[in-house]
């Protein structure tokens, strides 16, 4: 199973970190770890590509991590969106994909 923990401070996301593999399918074959993949680095190359801001990341097998210091209502879009699409994922798929949410 992964689990995502998605960090708010006052409301807003400020860290993403997925641990785990679904088990769903074999690699490579796994489209709930495809998707969560997709999602997490969509979002993370966003903040960084086309926002332009300084991004926090460790990734390594069955793990990924990323964070931001600051954030404003584009960043707030992106990571929204992200949260949004991977628990509507973890509802269709609960036995492979489980969400945490987490206040600092």
């Known amino acids: 199973m992964t689990?995502?923990?998605?960090t708010r401070s006052r409301g807003h996301i400020v860290k993403v970190k997925a641990e785990g593999h679904t088990g769903y399918a074999e690699s490579g074959s796994d489209i709930i770890c495809a998707?969560?993949?997709?999602?997490t680095q969509a979002a993370r190359e966003g903040l960084e590509k086309v926002l332009g801001m300084k991004v926090k990341d460790?990734?390594?097998d069955g793990f990924k991590e990323f964070s931001i210091k600051e954030y404003n209502p584009e960043s707030?879009?992106?990571l929204e969106?992200?949260?949004l699409a991977l628990k509507d994922i973890a509802k269709q798929y609960p036995r492979y994909?489980?969400?945490?949410?987490?206040?600092?």
């Open 3 to 6: 689990c995502i923990t998605i």
């Open 35 to 39: 998707a969560v993949s997709a999602l």
């Open 58 to 60: 460790s990734t390594r």
């Open 76 to 78: 707030d879009a992106i």
């Open 81 to 83: 969106t992200m949260a």
């Open 97 to 104: 994909l489980k969400t945490e949410d987490q206040t600092i």
